[in-house]
C-alpha cells in the first residue's frame, strides 16, 4: 500500500486525539509524502528518512521541531506493523537529531501584572488568569466544556448552573476536567478570586466550549499582549510562570508536576498519588501571588 492510502488509514485511527495532534500528524505525513515521495510503505528505507531529516534542517526547522515530525513517522509505523503491513520502522535513534535542554523563561511578577492589565476583554483576562493559576496547556483550555465543570461548596457538588443561578461563595472551589497529552483526564481546581472571575465570564459568554477559539487566534491574542508591555509572551510561557510560581511558593515538585498533568513515570513510581488538598494548597499559593 501507498503511504498515502496508509496515511489516511491512521489518520482514522488516532481520530480521538486533540485536534491539534490530528491537524499536525496530517500536515506532518503530507510533507513526509513530498519529500520522499508516495511510494509503498515497505519500501521506505532509512536514506528516505535521512533525507526527510536533511530537508527539514535546510528549511532551518528547530531541532524539536524535526524530532516531534520524526516521532510522527515512527508512530505511523508502528500503526503499520501492528496492521502487518510492514516488519519495521525505518527510523532509528541515529535520525533523531539532538535537542538542547534550554530551560524555560518564566514572567517576573511585575510582568504578570503588566500583561494583566493589558488584557483589553474579559476572554483574555480569564485566559491568562486560568493559565497563570493552572499552569493548562493551550488543548486543554481550549478543550474546556461547561459540563466539565462542577463547584463543591461544604463537601457537596453542584452542577455550574446553580452557582451561576444562586451566586458563588469565597469558599467555593471548581473542578475542571481536562484532557491532556495521551488523553490523561486530570481534575485541576481554581479558587479565589480567579474563580469569581471565570464564573464573571461563563456569565456573559454562554457556549459549551468555554473558549471558542482556535489556537491560533489565542496565540495571537496572548503575543499581542506581550507587544503592548514589550514582553516576549506565547502560551507555554504562561504555562512554564506558573510552574515556577507555583515552585517558588513552596510547593513540592510532584505537586507541580500533577498540577500541569507533566508528571514523568519514575515519578508516578517513585511517589504516592498527590492529594486534593496539596493541589488546592498550590492552586491557592498561585492565585495569591496574582494582583488583579
Do not use: W
Not at 496515511?7 to 505525513?29: G, M, P, Q, R
Not at 475542571?176 to 456569565?203: H, N, T
Request: glycine residues 4%; charged residues 30%; positive net charge.
Amino acid at each position: 500500500m501507498k503511504i498515502s492510502e496508509c496515511s489516511e488509514l491512521y489518520l482514522s485511527y488516532i481520530a480521538d486525539k486533540s485536534e491539534n495532534t490530528i491537524k499536525n500528524y496530517k500536515s506532518d505525513l503530507k510533507q513526509f509524502i513530498e519529500i520522499v515521495g508516495d511510494k509503498d510503505v515497505e519500501n521506505v528505507t532509512k536514506a528516505d528518512i535521512a533525507k526527510f531529516r536533511m530537508v527539514l534542517q535546510s528549511k532551518r526547522k528547530k531541532s524539536s521541531t524535526i524530532a516531534r515530525k520524526l516521532a510522527c513517522i515512527n508512530s505511523f509505523y508502528e500503526y503499520l506493523i501492528d496492521l502487518e503491513l510492514v516488519s519495521a520502522s525505518p527510523i532509528t535513534k541515529s535520525h533523531r537529531p539532538k535537542i538542547s535542554q534550554k530551560i524555560p523563561s518564566s514572567l517576573s511578577n511585575e510582568e504578570v501584572q503588566k500583561i494583566l492589565n493589558a488584557a483589553e476583554t474579559l476572554q483574555e483576562k480569564t485566559i491568562l488568569i486560568i493559565m497563570l493559576t493552572t499552569g493548562l496547556r493551550s488543548s486543554e483550555i481550549l478543550g474546556i466544556e461547561r459540563k466539565n465543570i462542577l463547584i463543591e461548596r461544604d463537601e457537596k457538588t453542584y452542577s455550574l448552573n446553580f452557582i451561576l443561578e444562586n451566586g458563588i461563595h469565597p469558599e467555593d472551589i471548581a473542578y475542571i476536567r481536562v484532557k491532556g497529552k495521551g488523553d490523561k483526564e486530570r481534575e485541576v481546581p481554581i479558587i479565589g478570586r480567579p474563580l469569581e472571575v471565570f464564573i464573571e465570564y461563563l456569565k456573559t459568554h454562554n457556549f459549551e466550549k468555554v473558549f471558542p477559539i482556535s489556537y491560533h487566534m489565542l496565540r495571537r491574542k496572548i503575543i499581542k499582549i506581550g507587544k503592548k508591555c514589550a514582553i516576549d509572551l506565547h502560551p507555554h510561557k504562561l504555562r512554564h510562570t506558573a510552574a515556577t510560581m507555583a515552585l517558588q511558593s513552596g510547593a513540592e515538585l510532584r505537586v507541580i508536576q500533577e498540577l500541569l498533568g507533566h508528571a514523568s513515570p519514575l515519578t508516578t513510581a517513585r511517589y504516592a498519588k498527590v492529594g486534593q488538598k496539596q493541589l488546592l494548597k498550590a492552586t491557592k499559593a498561585l492565585s495569591e501571588n496574582i494582583n488583579f
